[in-house]
């Protein structure tokens, strides 16, 4: 069964970086792309950003210009960096799979905890 | 970008009633939407992948329909456990995108 793990600072100040990882555990890295989302405390569901086991990568254009995400094949790893944070940022981060389907992309089916992150002065 | 709209925002709902939740897509998506629920302090669980295929191990009352523009979420035999947000996802395009959520509480 497939488990993710994620791990990172939940407390930023303003024009610091965020920064998280999540660890697969109990499945293949490769054959998925790898997601990470956000929820505003009380809000909707944001897509961030994606990332492959090669380390292909699609990013939302509204955060593209300070994301970052990242792949450590050998950990089975993948990390997420926002530079220039504000108070806009905070939020629930959650990690989550997405199989590599024939045509395009398919649905999130595994979801990690979530990790709470405030930026705040 | 694919705007993803969903209907009601909030419905009060007896046990044992229907819910039925609709999103609409603001451009054709064929048939790449998916429902997730999510209860609160909890994170998303998946639901329906593809407009209609029920995810593995999700109780039968869950079921999806529709393609293109229009979707639905229906939630037959409402129980006490169902209370949540529930909330649409297109994958047709990136960015990838989610409606605004409907919540279902119990009355």
């Known amino acids: 069964q497939v488990q993710l793990q994620q791990w990172g600072a939940g407390l930023l100040k303003p024009s610091e970086t965020l920064s998280l990882t999540c660890a697969v555990y109990g499945g293949s890295f490769s054959g998925y792309y790898w997601s990470w989302i956000r929820q505003p405390p009380g809000k909707g569901l944001e897509w961030i950003g994606e990332i492959n086991h090669s380390g292909s990568t699609n990013y939302n254009p509204s955060l593209k210009s300070r994301v970052t995400i990242s792949v450590d094949t050998s950990k089975n790893q993948f990390s997420l960096k926002l530079s220039s944070v504000t108070a806009a940022d905070t939020a629930v981060y959650y990690c989550a799979r997405t199989p590599i389907a024939a045509a395009g992309r398919s649905c999130m089916d595994v979801w990690g905890k979530g990790t709470t992150v405030t930026v705040s002065s | 970008e694919i705007v993803l709209t969903q209907s009601p925002d909030f419905q009060s709902v007896t046990p044992k009633e229907k819910v039925t939740i609709t999103c609409r897509a603001s451009?054709?998506?064929?048939?790449?939407l998916h429902w997730y629920q999510q209860k609160p302090d909890q994170s998303p669980k998946l639901l329906i992948k593809y407009a209609s295929q029920s995810f593995s191990g999700v109780p039968s009352r869950f079921s999806g329909s529709g393609s293109g523009t229009d979707f639905t979420l229906t939630i037959n035999s409402l129980e006490a456990e169902d209370a949540a947000t529930y909330y649409c996802h297109q994958s047709s395009s990136l960015p990838f995108t989610f409606g605004p959520g409907t919540k279902v509480d119990i009355k």
């Open positions: 451009q054709s998506i064929g048939s790449s």
